[in-house]
């Protein structure tokens, strides 16, 4: 059986590896529906410059919404919960 030390480190190195993968494919994705969405609106839909503002505007209506509930959500439950694994983590790499 592997020591826990071992797994963190191969767990480790599994993520950087992936990470800048799944980060490109990420930043690719989100260009696509940017580039798609106005393109798709113009081209097929006939939509003009005021239009296509409004979704460039619509784009962000989520974030704007939803963070007031967000930091109430966030607000409302113990942030120290979130630490409990990273702090197990520190205490298990100090022993070893």
Avoid at 24 to 44: D, K, M, N, R, T
Avoid at 61 to 76: E, K, S, T
């Amino acid at each position: 059986m592997r020591r826990p030390d071992e797994r963190i480190a191969e767990h480790r190195g599994s993520l950087l590896a992936t990470l800048p993968v799944a980060t490109f494919l990420s930043y690719l994705a989100i260009a696509v529906v940017e580039f798609a969405v106005p393109f798709v609106a113009v081209s097929q839909l006939g939509a003009g410059a005021l239009v296509v503002a409004i979704l460039g505007i619509c784009r962000f209506a989520p974030q704007v919404l939803l963070a007031g509930l967000a930091a109430r959500v966030v607000d409302a439950h113990d942030q120290n919960v979130g630490n409990i694994p990273k702090n197990l983590n520190k205490q298990n790499i100090n022993t070893n």
